[in-house]
């Protein structure tokens, strides 16, 4: 079956640093794929997604890039901020079009904690 | 935005008693509501798929008789945990999305604490 594994957390960053979350998939067909966020004490909020190989989704100066011959879809960002502190959950669905109307398959989620 | 609100946030019960958990779109109609399960340090089960008025769609392993959902209106979709045990202590998170124009994304509730004594 369908399955995403993201890198182990929690991950602590100073202001300003470089962030990588990494997230790899196993999936039958073409999945598209989605990073959500977790703010503390908030529900899941969809940060980005793509829907096909080479597709980059970018949002609030997160990246992740759709690299279907690595089976993967990392989460970078330049800079962060002391607000980006949140949970990271990387998560595929086989439904078509790039909807997220259908079932999705989370990885188990990446504590992020942003110093100043 | 859309916004999806869970009742309670917490709840604590005891062996054997009966826990119903509400889940709302405030300012949509959700035509598909979804159940997720999320263990500590794990990432969240799919449990359920309810669409309005009809029964809803378990996944394999999830008892259906333990676990009741009803979606009676395009705004409310209740998860009632049934003669719950100990095992049953989890985070509950309830999302809902519409095939309305435009929407394409899972709008997801802020979860319900589960403890069971």
């Known amino acids: 079956g369908d399955s995403v594994t993201q890198m182990e957390g929690p991950v602590t960053l100073s202001e300003e640093a470089f962030l990588t979350i990494n997230c790899t998939y196993t999936?039958?067909?073409?999945?598209?794929l989605f990073w959500y966020v977790q703010y503390p004490g908030e529900g899941l909020q969809l940060l980005l997604k793509?829907?096909?190989?080479?597709d980059k989704g970018s949002n609030k100066g997160f990246e992740a890039t759709y690299r279907k011959e690595t089976t993967s879809f990392h989460l970078e960002k330049g800079s962060v901020q002391v607000s980006d502190s949140a949970v990271y959950f990387c998560?595929?669905?086989?439904?078509?079009?790039?909807?997220?109307?259908?079932?999705?398959?989370f990885g188990q989620g990446t504590i992020l904690t942003v110093h100043p | 935005g859309a916004v999806v609100s869970q009742h309670p946030s917490r709840v604590i019960c005891k062996s054997g008693t009966s826990v119903k958990i509400e889940c709302r779109s405030l300012?949509?109609?959700?035509?598909?509501m979804f159940w997720y399960r999320q263990f500590p340090k794990q990432s969240l089960m799919l449990m359920a798929t309810?669409?309005?008025?009809?029964?809803?769609?378990?996944e394999q392993g999830v008892e259906k008789d333990k676990f009741l959902i009803n979606h009676a209106s395009l705004t409310l979709s209740t998860l009632t945990v049934t003669s719950a045990h100990p095992e049953d202590s989890s985070f509950y998170i309830c999302?809902?999305?519409?095939?309305?124009?435009?929407?394409?994304?899972?709008?997801f509730g802020p979860g319900t604490r589960l403890t069971v004594l």
């Open positions: 999936a039958t067909g073409y999945p598209s």
């Open positions: 309810s669409n309005e008025g009809s029964k809803a769609t378990y």
């Open positions: 998560a595929l669905s086989d439904s078509p079009g790039g909807t997220s109307y259908g079932k999705l398959t």
């Open positions: 793509a829907t096909k190989a080479d």
């Open positions: 300012d949509f109609q959700a035509t598909t």
């Open positions: 999302s809902a999305s519409t095939s309305l124009a435009g929407g394409d994304t899972q709008y």
